[in-house]
């Protein structure tokens, strides 16, 4: 009977699959957004580590910094939209870094605990904070090392995921997932594919919560719904 | 002493300037809901007609459907958000339209009518329902006719409005606003800028108005605060 209601429940819950590349400050504020909401709504929150490299390989180039007003905007309203969202960002005055080696670290750490998925949370948000509020570096392996032991995983672990990261399963895996948010029209990062009674729906962007909620039939109460510290 | 309370009302609105060309049905979404808006928020709303053209020719080719995935998606957002926006939109199979003569009508609109905008707000609504519910016209003479007349104009408006829409001052005007909008670093249309204690914010697109309420100190109560039938 248990066993019943928990298969119930469980199939009742939306699936929200959560694209990102901790290269994007506008996945990270998302990401906290979707960190806030995944216990107070009904779903069922997938991480999907991607690579926006990738995106520019396959689409061209559309980089946002490409046209000098777009960049000026940009770096205004993020200010804006972190301090609403409560995410302190503090973006580094030349940004063109290469998150590879990062985002197979951290699909490494993603294919590790399939299940359970606080420490993914954990050396995600580490990653942005040293890029996006310390101007840290993130592409050398010390840098991920100390992003990992910041994070609570011992040097051992942090080893072993820097190795996997380094495998072809794992540059394999990076490029799938890519590859299917591709498939479902992504065009940049973060992507959030929905999936809503038999049907798929996609929404680009931090800017689409109170849409998102809508369509799966929650309700928004803006980006800090509960009181938290970053 | 009602003079005094009158312009003390009248400065203490926030001015919030509406930048927009009816060839983008996002700046329709905004507009509906900046209209729903002006009578509850303390604004003082100022419509500003731009030619989304001339962004291209200063910025270069930034056009959201250069980029398959983007146009693809951009369909689908735009049914989702029109549905929740209240706002029924029917894309047309291929949309390329010169805007140029219709923006010029539209700007000599506004300058007949500096003080009073509803006639503003009549002609745009109907040019937009023309192209984005009804996959008619708006490119020629004779559909801006039609557009105008829809819109309350008698037919000697109508060709007095034409005229002076192909005149120098008309062409500067709409030129030097939409030069005005590039200046503040818009990169695409609907740009929303708003005069807040002295300070000057922007917003791209038609999802910011939570935040644009959060900035300007007023509630945001979602895209239909009041019935409205369109």
Chains 1, 2 share one sequence.
């Not at 931090?206 to 809508?214: K, Q, S």
Request: proline content about 6%.
């Amino acid at each position: 009977m248990l066993i019943m209601v928990i298969l119930q429940m469980s199939s009742s819950r939306k699936v929200v699959e959560f694209f990102y590349d901790v290269v994007s400050p506008y996945s990270w504020l998302a990401f906290e957004v979707l960190c806030r909401y995944k216990n107070v709504w009904n779903i069922d929150l997938k991480y999907k580590p991607a690579f926006l490299g990738g995106f520019f390989f396959f689409l061209g180039n559309i980089e946002p910094g490409s046209v000098d007003n777009k960049q000026r905007y940009l770096l205004a309203d993020l200010k804006l939209i972190s301090e609403y969202y409560g995410v302190p960002l503090n973006p580094p005055p030349v940004f063109n870094k290469e998150t590879l080696l990062e985002m197979r670290f951290v699909t490494a750490i993603a294919e590790k605990n399939q299940e359970e998925n606080v420490l993914l949370e954990k050396v995600s948000r580490e990653l942005w904070k040293r890029a996006w509020q310390n101007n840290l570096d993130n592409t050398q392996p010390p840098s991920l090392i100390e992003a990992g032991l910041q994070a609570g995983l011992s040097a051992n672990e942090v080893e072993e995921l820097l190795t996997n990261a380094k495998s072809q399963p794992i540059k394999d895996k990076l490029k799938s997932v890519t590859q299917e948010a591709l498939e479902k029209n992504a065009f940049g990062l973060p992507f959030i594919v929905c999936h809503v009674n038999g049907k798929v729906e996609v929404f680009f962007g931090c800017d689409r919560f109170e849409l998102i909620a809508h369509r799966i039939g929650e309700k928004w109460a803006g980006p800090c719904p509960i009181k938290t510290t970053m």
